[in-house]
C-alpha cells in the first residue's frame, strides 16, 4: 500500500510534465495570435511588442520555462510571484488571474460533479442489482431500455427538455445556479449517462458473481436472499464499477461543455472550449494541468479503494 | 455494506455544506444580461459591452444624451470654449464633482488618465482618441522609443546571435525589391506628425535647428528635451543616447562593440563572435537597466507636460489643444477613453515589471473596493462569468438624475438561455438579441404583432464585402479585382434586398452607401450604385470577361458563426448564375482569418464597421492609403486628397461637401468594397415594464436612466 502511493506519488509530476509539454506544444500550434480578439480593433505594433514581451509570447521556450517556474512555485521562492503556484494572467480576460478563474470555476463543476455521480451511483447500482436479480423481469428490460437510452441520448437533448419543462413550461426553478433547485435539473442530466453506464457495469458484474461458487455456498448457509445480493455479491459485483469511477468522477468534476451551456452554470466547462477558441495560452495550460493531476489523483484513490475492497489484490 | 455506504454519505454531507455555503446573491433593481465582459478598466476597453458599463461607472468631461447622441455637460459645467482656429478647447469643471470616496474630481485627474493612457505599457486599444491631443503621438513614441532602448540593452546578447545567424545563412536581402512594380501597395506615408513636431522642438530649442529629422529618430530615458538626441536612429544614435544617460562603462563598450559592427566581412563576424562573448551578464545588467528604467518612469510626466498639449493652470480648468482639426472633438471627450482616472488609485497599483521594465497598473485595481469611480454607479460585487453588481454611486453630482439604485449585469454564455431567462423574467434587458438562432421568428413575430418586447434597431455599422485591390495576388497571379469595373460588376448582379428579406431576416435596411446613411446630422451619403445585372454583365465583358469567359475561379472568405456562410452562398449564387464564373468557398475561424485579410491574401472577404464617432470620417479613413484597417489596399491620391483637404477645413459645412464627395469615390466609382446592409441590433425588453432604453443607432446606454414602470 505505502509502495504504491509512494510510487504513484513519484510518478504524478513526471505525468504531468508530459502533460504539460504536450499541451504545450499543442496550444502553441494554434493559428493566430492569442493578443487578437475577436473585434475590429488592432493595438499599435509598439504595443503588441510591449504586451508581447510582458506575457513571454515572442519567444516559446522562454514561455515555456517562465510558466512551469510559476505553476512549480519556483518563482515564489525566488521571490517573483507574491502567490506559490502562480498559473498566470488570462489573455483575455485582463485583469484575471488563471487561478482566479479556476478557483471560482471549479467549485461549481466540482458540486455539480459530484452531485450527478452521487446520483449516478444510487440509481446506477440500485438498476443494475435489481436487474441481475431479477433477470428477465419486467423491471430487467425496463431498466436496460432506460439505461440504453441514457447512454444514447446526448445530454444537449436531455438536458433542454428538462430545462423546457421545468423552468419555461412549468416555471419552477430559475435558470442559473446558486439555489440548491436550480442544481438538481443539471445534476440529473449529467448524471444520466454515467448511471446508465453504472447499471450496466453492475448488471453484468452481479450475474456473473450470482452464479459462482462462494455465493451458493452463502445461499446454502441459509444466509437471507438479502444479505447474500448486498453483503457478498455485490461487494464482488462493485469491482468494475470502481474502475469505472476514478476517470468519470474526474471527468464529471471538471465540467461539462454543455449542460453549462445548456443551463447556464458558470463552471469548468466552458474555459477547456473557449480558451482553446480564444487562444488563451495561460487558461489553457492551467485547466489541463489541474485535469491531469485531477485524473491521476482520482486513479490513485480507486487503487486504494480497490485495495481495501478486495484484499487479493496485490500492489506492487 | 456499511462500509461501502460511508464514501457515499460523507459525499452527500460535503454537498450539502458546500451548497449551504453558496452565498445569497443580491437581485438588483434593473437585471441586464451580458455574454461577455473582459475588463472594467475603460482606457482597456473597445467591445461594445464593456463600453456601455463603463458609461455606468465613469463620466467625461461630457457626457451623451444617449437618445440623441449630442454631447452634454458631464465633469465639465458647460459645453467647451473653443478658440478661433478652433485648435484650442477649454474646458471648466463643476465644483460639486466628487470620486466615489468622496474626493473631488479635478483637471488634474483627467490629465493623468491621458497621461498614462498613451503608453504603450498600457496598451489601450483606442489609443488613436488620445492621438488627437497635440504631440499625443510623439509622446507615445517617445515612451515606446525609451522602453525599447531598455529592452534591447537587455537583449543584446540574444538579438546580437540572431543576427549572427542570419548574416550567415541568409543570402543578401534582395527580397524587399520584389514588390516595387506593385505600384499600388504604396510605401509607407511619413508619420502625419512628424512636421508638426519638428516645428515646435526647432521653436522651442534653437540649438536643434541643423539636426536631420528623418524618422525614426530616438529619444532616451533620463535625457530631458532640453540636450535630447533628436535625429534619426541609426545605432550611432543608438549609442549616442546611451553615452547621454550616463551608461555603465562595460555595458557602453559592449553595446558600441555589438551595435556599431557592420558584420560585411569575415574579419567583422570574427571580431562579432568574440565581442559576444564580451557582453556582461544579464544579472551584472539589471541593477543599470533598473537604473534606467526609475529613471524612465521619473520621467513620464515631464515629458508629457513638454510634449503634449494638455495644460491645467487650475483645478478646475483644462486646456485641451488638438493635433489638428477635429470636429467632432466634444464628442470625443465624452467617450470612455478620456474618462479621468483616480490618482491615488493610479498611484497604489503601478509598478514597474522589473523584468520587462513595462510600467504597468496591476489590473487588481478595477475590482470591488479598489475602484473608485466618478460616475452613476461604482461597482460592489464582480464574480467572474456570473454576475457585476453596480450600486448607485452616493457621491455622483447628479444623483438626482439616476432613477433606479442598482444594476445587475447577469452572464449568459450561451444565447438560447438568456432567451429563456428573459422569457421567464429573469433578466429585464438584452441587448444581444441578435445572437439568438431564432431571432428572425421572433422579428417576424412582432411583425405579426404576437410580441412586443423584441426590437431590431438599425445600428451604426455596415455589413460588407471587401475585394482585394492589389495588382498581384499574395499567390503571384494577377488580381482580376485590380479592375475597378470587375469590382463595380460584382456589386451590380447583387440583389442585397433579397439577402435581407431570405438570409439576415432581420428586416436589416440594404445599402449602396458607405456611411450608414441618417444618422449624422447635414451629411448626405451619395446614393452609390444599385441592382443593374444587365449593366454589371456589360461591365464585366468591357473588363476582358464577357459571359465570364477567362476569368478565374474566385474564392469568397468568411470567419465561422453568426450565419456569415449564408449570406456567403447568396453571394455565390448570384455571381455564378448572374457573371457565369467559378466561385468557392472559404470559411475559416476567426484566428486564421483575420490574419488572412489583415494581409489581404483573399480576393474577396466578409467584413464589419461599426463607427467610433459620430463622423463620416470613423468610416472614410478605412480606405485611406496605408491605414491599418484598409485590408482592400485600396490607395487612391484624390481620395487621399479630399481626406486631408477635409481635415484642414474648419468649415463643418464645407468639410461634409468634401468628405461626400470622397465618400463618392468609394460607393459610384472605385467600389473596393460591396456594402450589403446596415447592421441590425436585436434588443429585449418590455416597454410596458421599462422605460429608458435608447434606441438610438450608436447603442448608447445610460443606465442609470432605466426605470422601471410600475
Known amino acids: 500500500m505505502t509502495r504504491l502511493l509512494v510510487s504513484r506519488l513519484i510518478q504524478l509530476p513526471i505525468l504531468v510534465l508530459v502533460i504539460y509539454t504536450t499541451t504545450f506544444l499543442l496550444a502553441w500550434s494554434i493559428p493566430g495570435s492569442p493578443l487578437d480578439m475577436a473585434d475590429e480593433r488592432k493595438p499599435p505594433p509598439e504595443v503588441q511588442a510591449a504586451m508581447q514581451a510582458q506575457y513571454n509570447l515572442d519567444n516559446q521556450w522562454v514561455f515555456y520555462w517562465e510558466y512551469l517556474a510559476g505553476v512549480t512555485g519556483i518563482h515564489y521562492l525566488q521571490g517573483k510571484s507574491e502567490v506559490v503556484f502562480d498559473f498566470g494572467p488570462s489573455l483575455r480576460y485582463k485583469g484575471w488571474t488563471v487561478s482566479e478563474i479556476i478557483s471560482g470555476a471549479f467549485p461549481v463543476s466540482l458540486q455539480l460533479g459530484l452531485g450527478a455521480m452521487l446520483i449516478a451511483l444510487v440509481t446506477g447500482i440500485g438498476a443494475g442489482v435489481i436487474g441481475a436479480v431479477r433477470r428477465d423481469s419486467f423491471w430487467d428490460f425496463s431498466t436496460l431500455a432506460v439505461a440504453l437510452v441514457g447512454i444514447s441520448l446526448p445530454t444537449f437533448v436531455t438536458g433542454s427538455v428538462l430545462l423546457t419543462i421545468f423552468s419555461v413550461w412549468l416555471g419552477w426553478v430559475a435558470i442559473g445556479w446558486g439555489s440548491f433547485s436550480q442544481m438538481i435539473l443539471p445534476m440529473i442530466t449529467l448524471s444520466l449517462p454515467f448511471a446508465a453506464y453504472i447499471a450496466r457495469l453492475t448488471r453484468m458484474g452481479m450475474l456473473d458473481v450470482l452464479g459462482s461458487d462462494f455465493v451458493r455456498t452463502a445461499r446454502a448457509k441459509g444466509l437471507s436472499e438479502k444479505v447474500v445480493v448486498t453483503k457478498h455479491a455485490l461487494k464482488v459485483a462493485f469491482l468494475p464499477v470502481l474502475s469505472f469511477l476514478g476517470p468519470a468522477t474526474a471527468g464529471a468534476i471538471t465540467g461539462s461543455f454543455v449542460i453549462e451551456k445548456v443551463f447556464n452554470i458558470p463552471g469548468m466547462g466552458q474555459h477547456f472550449v473557449s480558451a482553446v477558441q480564444n487562444k488563451d495560452l495561460f487558461l489553457i495550460m492551467g485547466v489541463v494541468i489541474l485535469y491531469a493531476i485531477l485524473l491521476i489523483i482520482f486513479n490513485l484513490l480507486v487503487d486504494i479503494a480497490y485495495s481495501l475492497v478486495d484484499p487479493r489484490i496485490q500492489h506492487t | ?710
Open chain 2, 1 to 710: 455494506m456499511i462500509r461501502i455506504l460511508i464514501p457515499f454519505a460523507l459525499l452527500g454531507a460535503f454537498l450539502a455544506i458546500s451548497i449551504a455555503l453558496e452565498p445569497a446573491q443580491p437581485r438588483g433593481d434593473i437585471r441586464i444580461s451580458y455574454t461577455d465582459i473582459t475588463t472594467l478598466d475603460p482606457q482597456m476597453m473597445n467591445a461594445s459591452v464593456d463600453i456601455r458599463v463603463s458609461y455606468a461607472l465613469y463620466e467625461g468631461l461630457m457626457s451623451f444624451n444617449p437618445y440623441t447622441f449630442k454631447p452634454i455637460p458631464g465633469v465639465a459645467k458647460d459645453h467647451p470654449t473653443i478658440s478661433e482656429d478652433r485648435l484650442t478647447y477649454t474646458y471648466h469643471l463643476r465644483k460639486d464633482a466628487k470620486w466615489s470616496d468622496g474626493s473631488p474630481v479635478t483637471a488634474h485627474d483627467f490629465k493623468r488618465a491621458w497621461r498614462l493612457g498613451l503608453l504603450p505599457d498600457v496598451a489601450p486599444k483606442y489609443i488613436d482618441f488620445l492621438y488627437f491631443l497635440r504631440g499625443g503621438k510623439t509622446y507615445f513614441k517617445w515612451a515606446a522609443r525609451s522602453l525599447s532602448d531598455i529592452t534591447s540593452l537587455k537583449n543584446l546578447e540574444a538579438n546580437a546571435r540572431k543576427r549572427y545567424e542570419e548574416a550567415n545563412t541568409l543570402p543578401p536581402k534582395k527580397e524587399d525589391k520584389k514588390d516595387t512594380k506593385d505600384n499600388k501597395d504604396a510605401p509607407p506615408p511619413p508619420p502625419e506628425w512628424l512636421p508638426d513636431f519638428v516645428q515646435n522642438i526647432r521653436k522651442n530649442y534653437p540649438h536643434t535647428k541643423n539636426l536631420d529629422f528623418t524618422p525614426p529618430f530616438g529619444f532616451l530615458p533620463g535625457v530631458s528635451v532640453k540636450n535630447e538626441f533628436l535625429t534619426d536612429d541609426t545605432p550611432q544614435n543608438q549609442i549616442a543616447r546611451y553615452e547621454a544617460a550616463n551608461l555603465r562603462e562595460d555595458m557602453l563598450t559592449a553595446a558600441r562593440k555589438i551595435l556599431l559592427n557592420p558584420l560585411k566581412t569575415e574579419d567583422d563576424k570574427k571580431q562579432f563572435l568574440s565581442d559576444i562573448e564580451s557582453i556582461p551578464s544579464q544579472e551584472s545588467m539589471q541593477p543599470e537597466l533598473l537604473r534606467l528604467a526609475k529613471q524612465r518612469v521619473q520621467d513620464l510626466e515631464p515629458m508629457f507636460d513638454e510634449l503634449v498639449g494638455v495644460k491645467v493652470p487650475d483645478d478646475r480648468t483644462i486646456v485641451v489643444e488638438l493635433q489638428e482639426l477635429v470636429p467632432f472633438f466634444e464628442e470625443i471627450t465624452a467617450t470612455w477613453v478620456l474618462c479621468p482616472l483616480h490618482g491615488p488609485t493610479m498611484e497604489k497599483f503601478s509598478r514597474l515589471d522589473e523584468s520587462n521594465f513595462n510600467f504597468l497598473r496591476d489590473p487588481l485595481w478595477t475590482r470591488p473596493g479598489n475602484m473608485v469611480s466618478n460616475g452613476p454607479y461604482v461597482v460592489t460585487s464582480w464574480q467572474f462569468k456570473r454576475f457585476i453588481y453596480l450600486s448607485r454611486n452616493p457621491h455622483y453630482w447628479n444623483g438626482k438624475a439616476v432613477k433606479n439604485n442598482s444594476i445587475k449585469l447577469v452572464n449568459y454564455t450561451s444565447p438560447q438561455s438568456m432567451f429563456h431567462a428573459f422569457d421567464t423574467g429573469e433578466i429585464d434587458v438584452s441587448f444581444d438579441g441578435s445572437t439568438i438562432p431564432f431571432a428572425a421568428e421572433l422579428a417576424q413575430a412582432v411583425r405579426d404583432r404576437k410580441r412586443n418586447d423584441i426590437h431590431a434597431i438599425d445600428g451604426f455599422g455596415v455589413y460588407y464585402y471587401v475585394f482585394n485591390t492589389k495588382v498581384k495576388l499574395p499567390s503571384g497571379r494577377p488580381n482580376p479585382f485590380n479592375d475597378k469595373r470587375v469590382r463595380r460588376a460584382f456589386n451590380m448582379v447583387v440583389n442585397k434586398q433579397s439577402i435581407v428579406d431570405h438570409v439576415t431576416r432581420l428586416g436589416q435596411k440594404p445599402t449602396n452607401a458607405w456611411v450608414p446613411p441618417n444618422v449624422i446630422d447635414g451629411y448626405r451619403s451619395p446614393k452609390g450604385i444599385g441592382y443593374d445585372p444587365d449593366q454589371g454583365r456589360a461591365l464585366l465583358a468591357e473588363a476582358g470577361f464577357p459571359d465570364g469567359k477567362g476569368f478565374p475561379a474566385i474564392e469568397i472568405l468568411y470567419n465561422s458563426g453568426s450565419g456569415h456562410g449564408d449570406v456567403a452562398q447568396r453571394l455565390q449564387k448570384m455571381w455564378q448564375d448572374e457573371l457565369k464564373i467559378k466561385v468557392d468557398l472559404k470559411e475559416l475561424e476567426w484566428k486564421v482569418f483575420h490574419p488572412r485579410r489583415t494581409k489581404s491574401d483573399f480576393e474577396v472577404a466578409r467584413s464589419g464597421w461599426f463607427g467610433d464617432y459620430n463622423d463620416p470620417q470613423t468610416f472614410l479613413d478605412l480606405f485611406k492609403t496605408g491605414t491599418g484597417n484598409n485590408d482592400s489596399k485600396f490607395s487612391n491620391k484624390e481620395y487621399d486628397d479630399l481626406l486631408n483637404q477635409a481635415a484642414n477645413e474648419p468649415d463643418p459645412e464645407a468639410r461634409f461637401r468634401l468628405l461626400e464627395k470622397a465618400e463618392a469615390l468609394v460607393t459610384d466609382d472605385h467600389l473596393p468594397v460591396l456594402p450589403l446592409y446596415i447592421y441590425k441590433q436585436v434588443f429585449l425588453y418590455d416597454p410596458d415594464k421599462l422605460k429608458g432604453v435608447s434606441h438610438h443607432p450608436r447603442n448608447m446606454q445610460m443606465f442609470h436612466l432605466y426605470e422601471k414602470i410600475k
